[in-house]
């Protein structure tokens, strides 16, 4: 795989994404999707840089909500339950103190870079959700749910063995189910 293509592609959805989107039918369209997983444990994240924001539906969600966190290159995210309080980890990222219990998520907001309809995702190219999402889904399966502004649309992303594909994707424009036609 080209990584200067790759790398091309994440600059562009990273411009992209800055133009924003409607912040209220994202939030309604998201709060749909997870309308039936309610009682599920639900992996958010702390947005940042312009990130789609996933916040209002873990606060509405009634089940634990548990945030990623980085513990090394190269090594999956693990989740920590979020009670409110969180602390800076490295890369920007803001995630929930040690002595919060670590969780085994079902469902997964997913932050991403782009995406494309096949359900193809570039993230910031650490490969944390895919290693993540591999070793989720080796357990039992989740359901991996993309998060974006519908401007962060990538025509077709390249894809790599190791890259894990998403369930569903939500945008301000609606939601998208890559498997169907
Ligand atoms: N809000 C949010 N939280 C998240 C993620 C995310 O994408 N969004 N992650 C998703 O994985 C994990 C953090 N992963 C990250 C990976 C790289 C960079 C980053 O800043 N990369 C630099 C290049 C660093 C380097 O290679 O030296 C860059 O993009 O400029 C940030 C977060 C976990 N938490
Ligand atoms: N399960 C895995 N095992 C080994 N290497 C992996 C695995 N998943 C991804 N990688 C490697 O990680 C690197 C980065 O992957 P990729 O460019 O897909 O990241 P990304 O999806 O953009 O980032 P992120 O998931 O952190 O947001 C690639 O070189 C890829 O080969």
Redesign the pocket.
């Known amino acids: 795989m080209d990584p200067d293509l790759k790398a091309a592609l994440r600059r562009e959805a990273l411009t992209a994404r800055r133009q924003g989107g409607d912040d209220a039918a994202l939030a309604g369209n998201l709060a749909q999707v997870l309308a039936p997983h309610g009682d599920k444990v639900l992996a958010g994240?702390?947005?940042?840089r312009g990130?789609a924001d996933p916040r209002p539906a873990m606060v509405a969600h009634a089940a634990p909500v548990c945030l990623?966190v980085?513990l090394g290159p190269a090594r999956p995210?693990v989740f920590r339950r979020y009670d409110g309080r969180l602390e800076t980890g490295s890369?920007?990222?803001s995630?929930p103190p040690p002595d919060c219990p670590e969780l085994q998520p079902q469902v997964l907001i997913v932050?991403l870079a782009g995406y494309d309809l096949a359900g193809n995702r570039l993230?910031?190219?650490?490969g944390?959700?895919d290693r993540t999402l591999q070793a989720l889904r080796a357990v039992s399966p989740v359901l991996a749910i993309g998060l974006a502004y519908a401007v962060q649309e990538i025509r077709l992303i390249p894809v790599e063995p190791t890259d894990e594909p998403l369930d569903l994707i939500v945008t301000d424009r609606g939601i998208l189910h890559p498997g169907e036609k």
């Open positions: 994240y702390w947005p940042m990130e990623p980085v995210l890369f920007g990222t995630h932050p993230g910031y190219g650490g944390f959700y």
